[in-house]
Nanobody
């Protein structure tokens, strides 16, 4: 399984961005995907996840109500719609997938999101 993340960029506070993560390869073995982020000097943190069963979504408290994770089945793609962005959302965002019996055992390359005040 390969994961390709895209959609990062530079925006001003209050604006929106949509990140996308497209899976290729044995994508049929994926049971869920998630977004994490890592800001300079900080540890990687969970942002949002979507479980194929349901689907069921999960969010960190810091993004709940502002970010929405969704799945495009036909394109094997997961989106992260980020609204009302804040400078503290600035980070490199990574997508990850649960493949087989693993949990977040496959990762894409990061995409930079920068929010200016």
């Amino acid at each position: 399984v390969q994961l390709q993340a895209s959609g990062g960029g530079l925006v001003q506070a209050g604006e929106s961005l949509r990140l996308s993560c497209t899976a290729s390869g044995r994508s049929f073995s994926i049971s869920g995907m998630a977004w994490f982020r890592q800001a300079p000097g900080k540890e990687r943190e969970f942002v949002a996840a979507i479980d194929w069963s349901g689907p069921i979504t999960y969010y960190s408290d810091s993004v709940k109500g502002r970010f929405t994770i969704s799945r495009d089945n036909a394109k094997n793609t997961v989106h992260l719609q980020m609204n009302s962005l804040k400078p503290e959302d600035t980070a490199v965002y990574y997508c990850a997938a649960n493949v087989g019996l693993g949990r977040y055992n496959y990762w894409g390359q990061g995409t930079q999101v920068t929010v200016s005040s």
